[in-house]
């Protein structure tokens, strides 16, 4: 199933050692985390995750407004995914695609494509929407107040 390949992959992520600074420190970042796996014996699903007029069902890989389904792609909703996990906080590019794009070379070029569309579907930008911001040269952030539902037995 697509949603239990994604975020396994998710909970897997380390952090490459940091770019900014001069010697080779390990940055590890404290992940508030959204989506949690599902097991058997918890009997609780993982979180829906709402934001503005939009509700991230992590279960099914879904992302609706309202409750319409936003046609967006599996990267793009990865990169949300990612943005979410770490929401408020600096998002380097280098990590970005790391987490969408696992074990595989892409240039800066495939993410600024699918951030585009992702920031499309949300109509970022419009009608006094703001959920993503972009640092250049550096990364992006996730900006917008975020309500974390868990669903149980």
């Not at 069902?57 to 046609?71: M, N, R, S």
């Not at 703001?130 to 107040?145: D, E, H, L, Q, T």
Request: aromatic letters at 6%; proline letters at 5%.
């Amino acid at each position: 199933m697509r949603s239990t390949l994604a975020f396994g992959r998710l909970e897997q992520f380390h952090p490459e050692p940091s770019l900014d600074v001069g010697h080779a420190v390990e940055s590890r970042h404290v992940v508030r985390p959204i989506f949690e796996k599902q097991t058997a014996s918890a009997g609780v699903a993982p979180a829906d995750v709402s934001f503005g007029p939009f509700r991230l069902l992590a279960t099914q890989f879904l992302l609706l407004e309202g409750d319409k389904p936003v046609g967006i792609g599996s990267r793009a909703l990865e990169i949300l995914t990612v943005l979410l996990e770490r929401r408020g906080e600096l998002v380097s590019k280098q990590d970005l695609m790391a987490r969408v794009w696992p074990n595989v070379h892409v240039g800066a070029a495939n993410l600024t494509v699918h951030m585009s569309a992702l920031r499309r579907a949300l109509r970022d930008g419009r009608d006094g929407n703001r959920f993503i911001v972009n640092i250049p040269g550096r990364g992006y952030c996730f900006v917008a107040s975020v309500d974390v539902s868990r669903h149980g037995n």
